[in-house]
């Protein structure tokens, strides 16, 4: 019997590709910095590693790459991090703001039937603070956050912390997610019905997120409800 449902945030209950992107790129363009010199230290895997685990903000990690980009003036310095750190949350909330018409329905929906929802996400301090802000935060009974527990998918710990929190067991509950992070094959092992979210990657082009054969894919989030009345 399925008594709960875990959700993934990004690409599966808000996309990035529904607003205009400020990854990396555009973070550089914004700067006036070399791209490629950027992106070498934007996407070192240690400082991405930090930044998922809350060990470092988006402000310590930009105060160290952009003086090694040239920018060595303190105050354009100061001027730079305030402007990326402030357009980095606009965009956050920008696609808390801009969900596919389906995903409220569904959670309200889920919710009136009684399933128990939770939020399972690999993200940043500043969009924690972004999804801690977003209205309809409440409908979740347990929200995990890597950046808060200093967890991240795949690790299966972030999964039980969400599972244990709702009061029910793994084999309880649906997982759903776009599949990044090895996040559905971790669901999977630990007893819950993993689905692949596929509405944001079926209507963006060239997304980065595959489809995935080996599980069960739900085009509309909607579906969800009607599986649930069927049992799953």
């Known amino acids: ?44 895997a240690e400082g991405e590693r930090g930044r998922t685990l809350g060990q470092i903000t988006l402000e310590e990690r930009l105060r160290d790459i952009l003086p090694r980009c040239g920018i060595t003036d303190p105050h354009r310095l100061a001027a730079l991090v305030e402007r990326v750190c402030q357009k980095r949350i606009q965009t956050k909330q920008q696609c808390l703001a801009a969900l596919h018409p389906g995903i409220l329905p569904m959670l309200r929906g889920l919710a009136a039937q009684g399933i128990r929802l939770g939020l399972v996400s690999n993200c940043y301090n500043e969009e924690a603070q972004v999804i801690r802000a977003w209205e309809h935060i409440s409908l979740f009974g347990s929200v995990q956050l890597s950046c808060e527990a200093g967890i991240a998918k795949p690790d299966p710990a972030i999964f039980l912390r969400c599972t244990n929190e709702l009061g029910v067991a793994p084999e309880e509950c649906l997982y759903i997610g776009d599949g990044g992070s090895s996040e559905l094959e971790t669901a999977r092992s630990l007893g819950m019905t993993a689905l692949q979210a596929a509405w944001y990657i079926l209507e963006t082009p060239d997304h980065p997120s595959p489809l995935k054969p080996g599980f069960p894919r739900i085009d509309d989030p909607l579906h969800i409800l009607h599986q649930i009345g069927l049992g799953f």
Do not use: N
Not at 9 to 29: K, V
Not at 30 to 43: I, K
């Open 1 to 44: 019997m399925i008594r709960a449902a875990l959700f993934d945030m990004y690409e599966t209950l808000c996309s990035h590709y529904r607003c205009p992107l400020y990854f990396g790129a555009q973070t550089a363009e914004d700067c006036g910095v070399e791209p490629a010199l950027f992106l070498s230290f934007w996407r070192d």
